[in-house]
């Protein structure tokens, strides 16, 4: 198989896929003592050393505190604030603050806790963590087999028809994405506000944003896919993930309530 996929996990510093491919891009894995790529392949029985310029560990705490949905020995699921970057080359983003609102997990296989999927810059909700290599590599796996249903709610602007699904490519891959209308309350400025219910079948960038304004519903606070809105939040959020424990086989549903913004315009469910 691919040293790209066998690779997640194996290192601290490789516990998710675009981990590993920055580290074999910048050549610092070896197999065999000859430079890895992304297109190295290996059958077993190979010495694969990673080798940093500097060691890779958690530097100064963040102050970011994060509400912590779930949470045991090789995962956990916090809540992810709008105007926070879940990673990326600043300083203040979720994944440098989960080692200082997470428990230290006691398994064998046990490493700095990373993300396994994201969540947009101005998006709120459930964020899924895997706490030891195995696990995290379960998850990806997980993800790609569709085996995690995630639900998202998202309010519409517009008077928007009863659809129950939007099929249109996102920079030329398929996308699918499952709707339903929950609710509509008038408005003076977009003529109406909708609560919708969105089950993301595929995971492409930006997806819920761009399939809802392909069908001229753009969800309220999109600055960059929607038009004529200058607020300061996007009516996206994460409510709630559903997926069997990758360890113990537990029916999971863990759920995240919608936030204060949304609760202004709808009487909305825990």
Same mark, same amino acid.
Request: net charge positive; with cysteine; aromatic share 6%.
């Given at each position: 198989?691919?040293?790209?996929?066998?690779?997640?996990?194996?290192?601290?510093?490789?516990?998710?896929?675009?981990?590993?491919?920055?580290?074999? /891009?910048?050549?610092?894995?070896?197999?065999?003592?000859?430079?890895?790529?992304?297109?190295?392949?290996?059958?077993?029985?190979?010495?694969?050393?990673?080798?940093?310029?500097?060691?890779?560990? +958690?530097?100064?705490?963040?102050?970011?505190?994060?509400?912590?949905?779930?949470?045991?020995?090789?995962?956990?699921?916090?809540?992810?604030?709008?105007?926070?970057?879940?990673?990326?080359?600043?300083?203040?983003?979720?994944?440098?603050?989960? +080692?200082?609102?997470?428990?230290?997990?006691?398994?064998?296989?046990?490493?700095? +806790?990373?993300?396994?999927?994201?969540?947009?810059?101005?998006?709120?909700?459930?964020?899924?963590?895997?706490?030891?290599?195995?696990?995290?590599?379960?998850?990806?796996?997980?993800?790609?087999?569709?085996?995690?249903?995630?639900?998202?709610?998202?309010?519409?602007?517009?008077?928007?028809?009863?659809?129950?699904?939007?099929?249109?490519?996102?920079?030329?891959?398929?996308?699918?994405?499952?709707?339903?209308?929950?609710?509509?309350?008038?408005?003076?400025?977009?003529?109406?506000?909708?609560?919708?219910?969105?089950?993301?079948?595929?995971?492409?960038?930006?997806?819920?944003?761009?399939?809802?304004?392909?069908?001229?519903?753009?969800?309220?606070?999109?600055?960059?896919?929607?038009?004529?809105?200058?607020?300061?939040?996007?009516?996206?959020?994460?409510?709630?993930?559903?997926?069997?424990? +990758?360890?113990?086989?537990?029916?999971?549903?863990?759920?995240?309530?919608?936030?204060?913004?949304?609760? /202004?315009?709808?009487?909305?469910?825990?």
């Amino acid at each position: 198989m691919r040293l790209q996929e066998y690779g997640v996990g194996i290192f601290e510093a490789t516990a998710t896929r675009s981990a590993l491919k920055k580290l074999l /891009k910048k050549e610092y894995i070896t197999v065999d003592g000859i430079k890895a790529s992304t297109a190295t392949m290996i059958k077993g029985g190979e010495t694969i050393t990673l080798s940093l310029p500097d060691p890779l560990k +958690p530097g100064r705490p963040v102050e970011l505190s994060l509400k912590v949905l779930f949470e045991d020995e090789y995962l956990a699921a916090v809540s992810k604030p709008a105007g926070i970057a879940v990673s990326g080359n600043k300083f203040r983003t979720i994944v440098n603050a989960l +080692p200082f609102n997470l428990k230290a997990s006691s398994r064998r296989d046990a490493c700095i +806790p990373q993300p396994v999927h994201r969540l947009d810059f101005p998006t709120t909700g459930i964020l899924l963590v895997g706490k030891t290599a195995g696990c995290i590599r379960s998850l990806n796996r997980m993800f790609e087999e569709k085996k995690i249903r995630k639900t998202y709610y998202a309010i519409t602007m517009g008077n928007m028809a009863e659809l129950k699904s939007i099929n249109e490519p996102v920079e030329g891959k398929s996308a699918h994405t499952e709707l339903k209308v929950v609710d509509r309350v008038p408005s003076d400025k977009y003529g109406r506000l909708n609560l919708v219910q969105l089950h993301p079948a595929t995971g492409r960038r930006h997806q819920l944003r761009i399939h809802l304004a392909a069908v001229g519903h753009p969800i309220l606070g999109d600055k960059k896919y929607g038009s004529g809105f200058h607020g300061s939040k996007l009516y996206l959020h994460a409510a709630s993930i559903a997926f069997n424990h +990758p360890v113990t086989g537990e029916m999971l549903c863990i759920k995240d309530k919608l936030p204060r913004h949304f609760r /202004k315009i709808f009487s909305l469910p825990e």
